[in-house]
Nanobody
């Protein structure tokens, strides 16, 4: 079993930054690819970013490319999402997930965190 706990969400003004963390416990963290997804009110959950087990490759949604950076520290069993130049449309609940490397669809991931709220004010 794998447990994921996100932290780092909050309220920030447009143009600001936040760093989300996802702490993973249970089975070997470095066996999994990791992803970040987000869900805004009334919308489907959407892919944000993903990273391979060793951090060697990453993939991003076009909407966040150049502004967000996914990384991981296998010694700390933690994956991060650095979010810069935030926009009001980035407002959503952000969730991390464990699964195949560089997967972009929600149904590819078997383990999910509970999510953390990010609100960007204009």
């Amino acid at each position: 079993q794998v447990q994921l706990v996100e932290s780092g969400g909050g309220l920030v003004q447009a143009g600001g930054s936040l760093r989300l963390s996802c702490k993973v416990s249970g089975r070997a963290f470095n066996a999994y690819g990791m992803g970040w997804f987000r869900q805004a009110p009334g919308k489907e959950r959407e892919f944000v970013a993903a990273i391979t087990w060793n951090g060697g490759m990453t993939v991003y949604a076009d909407s966040v490319k150049g502004r967000f950076t996914i990384s991981r520290d296998n010694a700390k069993n933690t994956v991060y999402l650095q979010m810069n130049s935030l926009k009001p449309e980035d407002t959503a609940v952000y969730s991390c997930a464990a699964g195949p490397p560089l997967a972009t669809r929600t149904n590819q991931y078997g383990f999910w965190g509970q999510g953390t709220q990010v609100t960007v004010s204009s």
